[in-house]
């Protein structure tokens, strides 16, 4: 019945698309995002459905789509140089046969990002496509959400649908997930534009998913989603119009609940600063030092799934109080193939300097593009262009929670970042595209013909805000 | 029942998002020309 109705779902969108070919570019998102293939039983995981939208996506752009601003941005190139790189590695990589399986998918993500922001040439195409991702990645996160509520969740047994808990459906990438998307949603709330504002169903559906969000880490008591928050926390202090107010009430709502918090929850935080003794922590630390050096080795990386060939050994300590006494027990514990657990180890281990310097210059330029956008449209009235300012500024809070997510989770080619980074490098165009109609001045001709030339163009017309 | 539920909502709701661009002619073009029939080009002296 499911496989039904995602046929059906699909084949709507399809007929929809034929009139506006860009719902072929959506249709990618959503089955990228969602992957409904993995929530199907029968009929739909037997077809490429990915392959088969990522085609009708591209061709529709090719014949038809508007090719007259296409031009290759810094960040497009880098990630185009990190494809072929990754090409590289596979050819030599120490597993080849694991490391074909992942360039499969990663080849993908980094090909769509390189496309994504030819096919983003309107306002509201930047808002459709983030419409789409938050709404698919909202499938996951409303199912977190409730069964949080009901059941209160728990380290590794939160049932997110599916029972290979890889990609998106991982516990930490979705923590990470949920919490990134907050300040989009926000964004949304101020000025979308699909759904006109104010509506109260909106605001309804808004503020409910962010506390669904909010949720998200609580159930899966991934560490890494409370980390994300207390920085996507910290962050929107820069913004509010009063941050002390603001952290007043961010202060008695959490310990308003914190009673409320399962106790598996506040005790598994509680070994964020107890890590010797938890050994997911340790673990970690010994794969970060054991990357480190295969990397002085291996410079150019091992290929994908390098970390197979690894063998660590660390100690753990564990603490138990009796009375007054502590009593400290030290044990060695000797594993091997454990994965990179961060995703700047995981490029470093396998890609390499070259590969890492490639990824990491790729989204730290997000980041410094994304504040120049912001600081440059924040003056703006809401109908001359302050949502620019204001969608940057949600992109980078985003970018920055994943960068932080992975310190310690590996997730460097995670698909729905990369189109969060095709997004940034639309929204940088469009703003720089704005920049220059305005900055152009014929240089002869009365005021009449200044007003004539300075008509508003492609992107400035003002919208609905 | 959980799954269903939450599925069945965003689908909904994505199927809402499609219909309201369907009807966008600023989808594609936000000069407020989309939709209209281009001018047939003339001929040299006519």
Known sequence: MRDFAFIGFLLVLFWFALRRPFLFVLSYVYVDTLQPQRLSYLLFNKVPVSLICFGLAFASWLFVGDKSETKMSPRQWMMTALLCYCWMTTQSADFPTEAALKWGWVWKSLIFAVFLPFTLNTRLRMEALAMFMIVSASSIIIVGGIKTLVTGGGYGSLNLMVTNNSGIYESSTISMVAIAIIPIIMFFLKHGTIFPLPDWRVKLFCYALIFACILIPIGTQARTGLICAAVIFVMSLRHAKRPFLFLSLALVLGLVSLPLLPKSFTARMGTINNYQADSSASTRIAVWKWTWAFAQDHPFGGGFEAYRQNKIHYEAKNTTETGSSVDVQQTTIVDAGRAFHSSYFEMLGEQGYPGFLLWITIHLLGLWRMEKVYRRFKMRAPKDGLWISDLASALQKAHVCYLIGSLFVGMAFQSFVYMLVGIQIAVDVYASRILDQESWRPMRGGTAKVEQWNKPKRGLTPQPE | ?46
């Open chain 2, 1 to 46: 029942m959980i799954d269903t539920l939450s599925l069945a909502l965003t689908h909904g709701l994505l199927l809402l998002i499609a219909w309201r661009l369907f009807s966008r002619d600023d989808l594609d073009d936000e000069t407020g020309n989309a939709g209209k029939p281009k001018p047939k080009p003339r001929r040299w002296g006519r």
